[in-house]
C-alpha cells in the first residue's frame, strides 16, 4: 500500500518500565522498539506523520497497586521508567502524545486523557498503523478506539508484544482487534508495497 501525508504510525507507550527490567516488562518490549524504530523512520520517510503515546502517570495514580488498582507503579512522570526505551528512535516531526496523567483516571487507550484524536483529525489523518507495547491493552484499546472513530486501522502484528497475564491474552485481543475491523498487517508487508 502507498503511504502518503493522510497516513500515520502510532507508536503506543515503548518505555523503559514496559520492556524487560521495567516494574510491568514485556519480554519482547526491546524488540518492539527496535522495530518500531525502523518504522518511523521509513513512515516519515514517506511522508506520513508518526505520533507516539506515553503512559504518564503521577505518582499515586488510581491505577497502582497501593491506590487499589491491579498494577505495580509504572511510568511514574519524571522517571527513567517512563523515559522511551534506548533502542526507540523517532524522527525529530514525531508527536507526542501523555496519556494517564490525571491521578484518577487510567488510560489503555491513546484516546483516553490525551488529545491523539484531535491531533490526528487536524492533521487530516485518516489511516492508522499501530504498534507498541502492550498488545492485550493499550494497543488493543487503542485500536478499538481508533476503529470506533472511524480510522481505517492496521496493527503491526511483528510490532507488538503481549503482557500475558493470563496466557494466550496477546492472541486473544489480536482476534478482537481483527473482529472488530482491524487489519493484521507486517511493517514487511506494509513498507513492501
Not at 25 to 46: I, L
Not at 82 to 94: C, I, N, V
Not at 133 to 159: I, K, P, Q, R, S
Request: charged share 20%; hydrophobic share 45%; proline share 5%.
Amino acid at each position: 500500500m502507498q503511504l502518503n501525508q493522510h497516513d500515520a504510525l502510532i507508536v503506543i507507550d515503548v518505555q523503559n518500565d514496559f520492556c524487560p527490567r521495567g516494574a510491568l516488562a514485556v519480554a519482547t518490549g526491546a524488540q518492539v522498539a527496535a522495530a518500531m524504530t525502523r518504522a518511523a523512520a521509513a513512515f516519515a520517510d514517506s511522508g506520513a506523520k508518526v505520533y507516539a503515546t506515553r503512559d504518564w502517570h503521577p505518582a499515586g495514580h488510581a491505577s497502582f497497586i497501593e491506590q487499589g488498582g491491579p498494577w505495580p507503579p509504572h511510568c511514574v512522570q519524571g522517571t527513567v521508567g517512563a523515559e522511551p526505551h534506548p533502542d526507540l528512535s523517532l524522527p525529530g516531526d514525531a508527536i507526542v502524545i501523555h496519556k494517564g496523567a490525571s491521578i484518577d483516571k487510567d488510560a489503555y487507550s491513546g484516546f483516553v486523557d490525551s488529545d491523539l484524536e484531535d491531533q490526528l483529525k487536524a492533521a487530516d489523518i485518516t489511516r492508522l498503523f499501530v504498534g507498541g507495547l502492550a498488545t492485550d491493552y493499550c494497543v488493543l484499546n487503542t485500536v478499538v478506539d481508533a476503529l470506533d472513530l472511524g480510522f481505517e486501522t492496521h496493527v503491526l502484528t511483528d510490532a507488538i508484544g503481549a503482557v500475558e497475564a493470563e496466557p494466550n491474552d496477546g492472541l486473544r485481543a489480536l482476534h478482537l482487534m481483527e473482529a472488530s475491523g482491524a487489519r493484521l498487517s507486517t511493517i514487511v508487508d506494509v513498507l513492501a508495497s
